[in-house]
């Protein structure tokens, strides 16, 4: 049994303890957090399961490490706090631990990493011989592995289209929703989100791992943004409301230029209420999935829905973000220490998995 800590116990977090506990190779032997109201409760009871783990939540983050765990599942946040973010992954990289974590985007296609983000890990991996591995759902597995693999049933390819489509009003993160995305702002706002270059920053990593997969150059990559205000104000059940006016519904474009052409292209239609945009694409169930279309022949279409926490469409993606990055901790255990990303490890089936029940 590998012995795993959840850092973070948030949105990310609570998945990472239920993923962790039901592993049939690892065992759940810490949960740090941050907030002094959490310490000392149980695991389990943090993560919703409804009974407890035994594991008790700590804060004494050196105390944790200097036990040398083999992995580590860094779950908090890093939007607001890359630095913070980049700092605590270091350390746990450092103390040879194998980290996952979708907190640091610019690692997501850690060849084309800003040096600022790259030398520090990998200077924690020559010193500590620890391992890396982050990626998330988009960006993340629904553009990687997803389009990539759909790819390949294909005779003929075009274009490789991936789109997320959700009602943010599900997303119960609402620092991230108002301030980076901008909802509920006056359209005269500047989402730090949205703003001109971030998008690629975010998103650029998962073109270039499409381009590097599929064996083509990038000419550029390029991006749109289109803004939408509410015609009425709307009333949300986890964020409350959201006026009249303000910024709606958001879509924007990713476009990974190849001969002249946007023919990579990661799309995002974001809404806080289904009447915002309505002749934007939308989801089938009116909530939020994950689109990968192939056009080329065949044209193919794949769209993922995910649940979990009550039938939340947001807590379905983080549980996949979470469960792709905990799949990989044996594979990445078995490893050479390093840096790795999406095309590196491989997405395997749910061995040892299926029909068995958490302990």
């Not at 829905?305 to 947001?314: K, L, P, Q, Y």
Request: glycine fraction near 12%; proline fraction near 8%.
């Amino acid at each position: 049994m590998i012995p795993t800590v959840v850092w973070g116990t948030g949105n990310v977090g609570r998945a990472a303890i239920r993923a962790v506990n039901a592993h049939p190779t690892l065992e759940l032997s810490a949960v740090l957090v941050a907030n002094p109201a959490k310490v000392g409760r149980d695991a389990g009871e943090l993560a919703g399961l409804g009974r407890r783990l035994g594991v008790a939540a700590r804060d004494d983050v050196a105390a944790v490490l200097a036990r040398r765990p083999g992995a580590v599942v860094y779950a908090a946040s890093g939007d607001l706090r890359p630095a913070e973010a980049l700092a605590d992954v270091v350390r746990a990289v450092r103390a040879g631990a194998v980290v996952v974590t979708p907190a640091l985007y610019p690692l997501y296609d850690q060849r084309g990493a800003p040096p600022e983000f790259r030398e520090p890990v990998l200077a924690a991996v020559r010193e500590g011989g620890g391992s890396l591995f982050a990626s998330g759902v988009d960006p993340g597995w629904g553009n990687d592995v997803l389009p990539l693999l759909v790819s390949g049933l294909g005779s003929t390819v075009e274009a490789i289209r991936c789109q997320e489509i959700f009602d943010y009003s599900t997303y119960e993160q609402e620092e991230s929703v108002r301030v980076l995305v901008g909802m509920g702002q006056p359209m005269t706002y500047e989402p730090p989100m949205l703003l001109p270059s971030v998008p690629t920053a975010v998103w650029g990593g998962q073109l270039r791992l499409m381009a590097r997969a599929l064996g083509v150059e990038l000419d550029g990559i390029r991006e749109t943004l289109v803004r939408r205000p509410l015609e009425t104000t709307v009333r949300t059940r986890t964020m409350g409301e959201f006026a009249a006016g303000t910024q709606g519904a958001v879509r924007f474009e990713v476009q990974g230029v190849v001969d002249g052409e946007p023919l990579l292209v990661i799309e995002h239609v974001t809404r806080i209420h289904p009447d915002c945009a309505p002749d934007w694409p939308v989801p089938p169930n009116g909530s939020g999935a994950h689109r990968v279309i192939v056009e080329g022949r065949p044209r193919i279409e794949v769209t993922v829905e995910a649940t979990d926490e009550g039938e939340n469409r947001s807590a379905g993606g983080n549980a996949t973000a979470v469960g792709r990055l905990v799949g990989a901790i044996d594979w990445l255990v078995a490893a050479e220490p390093g840096l790795y990303d999406a095309l590196d490890v491989p997405l395997r089936p749910a061995v040892g998995k299926l029909g068995r029940r958490p302990r």
